[in-house]
């Protein structure tokens, strides 16, 4: 009987908490030191590949420097680091006690020992909600509210899609009206209505001003399909359809999901065609405000290091 070989976990960017005693360990020289300057370092000790070295959060920050800042800020609040001046940190006398007193590591647990670092956590957000964004999976801050707005984003995209396949062929023209006119597409709500019209086939198309001024127009065709996918045949039905219409420019709209052929085949073709499937019609949606509500927001501030710089 063959013997299953157990998969090896896959490499990752180590959390900011993993990154606090190699961090601490480079400072152990007593020399001043830049971040970005010791993102080489850490990454040898942790044999990164260039892949991981290189990877970067969604606003396009390299995402090793961005937990290292989050790692030397844990460490200067607890008095293991200081900043001699701006942009660099240096270990101080607590810093090379610690590497003493903790050789197997550091993290958070451990840095509270120090009450500057408990007075440090302990203003926490005032509602229950935001703090449980703050810190989980080992995950910085930032990091750890990105996930929780990215996780939460999904369901509610989910939860759109749903009621879009739901809803009557009446409500899903309406919806797709109601999203171009965001988008920009069509003119006024009138003009657009007018445009689109029911199909039968419980879709909508038509064409649609592709601005409000009506310099170009887009063959749209809509398709409140689930139990199949849009095939190689309903796109090159829909590209004769748009070249009788004389539009050089098509948006195929479906609450299922495309063919490999059919994403091939406008690879093809000369007029543009632009496909949205299901899960990409219920990003646009939630991007653009359609059939949800603002309910709350958070902005994201960062030091100003210029401003205090006399």
Same mark, same amino acid.
């Given at each position: 009987?063959? *013997?299953s070989?157990?998969?090896?976990?896959?490499?990752?960017?180590?959390?900011?908490?993993?990154?606090?005693?190699?961090?601490? /360990?480079?400072?152990?020289?007593r +020399?001043?030191?830049?971040?970005?300057d010791l993102?080489?370092?850490v990454?040898?000790?942790?044999?990164? #590949?260039? @892949?991981?070295? /290189?990877?970067? =959060?969604?606003?396009g920050?390299n995402? =090793?420097?961005?937990?290292?800042?989050?790692?030397?800020t844990?460490?200067?609040?607890?008095?293991?680091?200081?900043?001699?001046?701006r942009?660099? =940190?240096?270990?101080?006398?607590?810093?090379?006690a610690?590497?003493?007193?903790?050789?197997?590591?550091?993290?958070?647990?451990?840095? *509270?020992?120090? #009450?500057?670092?408990?007075?440090?956590?302990?203003?926490? #957000?005032?509602?229950?909600e935001?703090?449980a964004l703050i810190?989980t999976?080992?995950?910085?801050?930032?990091?750890?509210?990105e996930?929780?707005? &990215?996780?939460l984003?999904?369901?509610i995209? %989910?939860?759109? &899609?749903?009621?879009?396949?739901a809803?009557?062929?009446?409500?899903?023209?309406?919806l797709?009206?109601?999203?171009l006119?965001?988008?920009?597409?069509?003119?006024?709500?009138k003009?657009?209505?007018?445009?689109?019209?029911?199909?039968?086939?419980?879709g909508?198309?038509?064409?649609?001003?592709e601005?409000?001024?009506?310099?170009?127009?887009v063959?749209? +065709?809509?398709?409140?399909?689930? %139990?199949?996918? $849009? @095939?190689?045949?309903?796109? *090159?039905?829909?590209?004769?359809?748009l /070249?009788?219409?004389?539009?050089?420019?098509?948006?195929?709209?479906?609450t299922?999901?495309?063919?490999?052929?059919?994403r091939?085949?406008?690879?093809?073709?000369? %007029?543009?065609?632009?496909?949205?499937?299901g899960?990409? =019609?219920?990003?646009l949606?939630?991007?653009?405000?359609?059939? $949800?509500?603002?309910?709350?927001s958070?902005?994201?501030k960062?030091?100003?290091?210029?401003?205090?710089e006399e």
């Open positions: 009987m063959a *013997q070989v157990a998969s090896k976990p896959t490499m990752t960017v180590p959390t900011y908490e993993q990154l606090m005693f190699p961090l601490l /360990q480079i400072a152990a020289d +020399q001043p030191h830049r971040v970005r993102a080489g370092k990454a040898e000790r942790f044999s990164l #590949p260039e @892949n991981l070295k /290189q990877e970067t =959060l969604p606003d920050r995402r =090793l420097i961005h937990r290292l800042e989050w790692a030397r844990s460490l200067k609040k607890a008095g293991l680091l200081e900043y001699p001046s942009g660099l =940190l240096k270990i101080t006398e607590r810093g090379l610690a590497l003493k007193e903790s050789p197997g590591g550091i993290d958070n647990k451990y840095l *509270q020992k120090f #009450p500057e670092f408990l007075e440090f956590k302990n203003r926490k #957000p005032e509602r229950r935001e703090a810190e999976e080992g995950l910085d801050p930032e990091e750890a509210i996930n929780s707005y &990215l996780a984003r999904g369901e995209e %989910n939860d759109l &899609l749903i009621r879009a396949k809803g009557s062929p009446e409500f899903f023209e309406q797709v009206i109601d999203l006119l965001k988008m920009g597409y069509g003119g006024s709500r003009e657009a209505g007018r445009a689109i019209g029911k199909s039968g086939d419980e909508i198309d038509g064409v649609i001003d601005d409000a001024l009506g310099l170009d127009v063959y749209v +065709q809509a398709k409140r399909w689930s %139990n199949r996918s $849009v @095939n190689r045949q309903d796109i *090159q039905q829909f590209v004769g359809a /070249q009788g219409k004389r539009a050089r420019k098509g948006i195929f709209i479906t299922s999901d495309f063919a490999n052929s059919a091939e085949y406008i690879k093809t073709i000369d %007029n543009k065609v632009v496909l949205i499937d899960a990409a =019609l219920a990003g949606l939630f991007t653009y405000g359609i059939g $949800v509500s603002e309910v709350k958070y902005v994201m960062r030091i100003d290091s210029d401003y205090f």
